[in-house]
T-cell receptor
């Protein structure tokens, strides 16, 4: 049961244009959403997050939008740069595991390629 | 120091071997995690330690045995693994439990079981 889904396994964007990465979730109990970036042979790096009580959070070139009614969030990167080429994971927290503690659930990832 | 350090970076082990993965952080984080990531899949949670106590075990087989000797160290002891256990094992830490704190990940240990 994949509770966090990224339906686009890959995305190619021209340098300087906007990259939009999408994420859908099914569990309304999630209360915090995060985006991570991962290069090959490295661990995921935290990019930006958003609380479920907000609909937008911006940090430099990165903006995350949350649409709770649609259970959808997106990450906008503008302008896109070659160094942004990586795999991007959406993650959500708030779901209580059997032990009563929150855990982070990751989406399947989208490979973003920025074309110079 | 804002890093999570994992050793070794690569490990090849036979199915009868016993080995350990190590993870270290000096950020004062009180929650530490082990994740497993197979190729083209998202990271999957294995264990969570909070204040050096095991708080989540996601029904992981007993051939994986976590240990948290102190607040800075997290080990994963491996014994009698199967080839399907080959994966990238990621350690992470956070100031507290929950997404608000964000997680800091290490670079991972690439494990191959032969």
């Amino acid at each position: 049961d994949q509770q966090v889904k990224q339906n686009s396994p890959s995305l190619s964007v021209q340098e300087g244009r906007i990259s939009i990465l999408n994420c859908d979730y099914t569990n309304s109990m999630f209360d915090y959403f995060l985006w991570y970036k991962k290069y090959p042979a490295e661990g995921p790096t935290f990019l930006i997050s958003i609380s479920s009580i907000k609909d937008k959070n911006e940090d430099g070139r990165f903006t995350v939008f949350l649409n709770k009614s649609a259970k959808h969030l997106s990450l906008h990167i503008v302008p896109s740069q070659p160094g942004d080429s990586a795999v991007y994971f959406c993650a959500a927290s708030g779901v209580i595991s059997n032990s009563g503690n929150e855990k982070l659930t990751f989406g399947t990832g989208t490979r973003l390629t920025i074309i110079p | 120091d804002t890093e999570v350090t994992q050793t070794p970076k690569h490990l090849v082990m036979g199915m009868t071997n016993k080995k350990s993965l190590k993870c270290e952080q000096h950020m004062g984080h009180r929650a530490m995690y082990w994740y497993k990531q197979k190729a083209k899949k998202p990271p999957e949670l294995m264990f969570v330690y909070s204040y050096e106590k095991l708080s989540i075990n996601e029904s992981v087989p007993s051939r994986f045995s976590p240990e948290c000797p102190n607040s800075s160290l997290l080990n994963l002891h491996l014994h009698a693994l199967q080839p399907e256990d080959s994966a990238l094992y990621l350690c992470a830490s956070s100031q507290g439990l929950g997404g608000y704190y964000g997680y800091t990940f290490g670079s991972g240990t690439r494990l191959t079981v032969v």
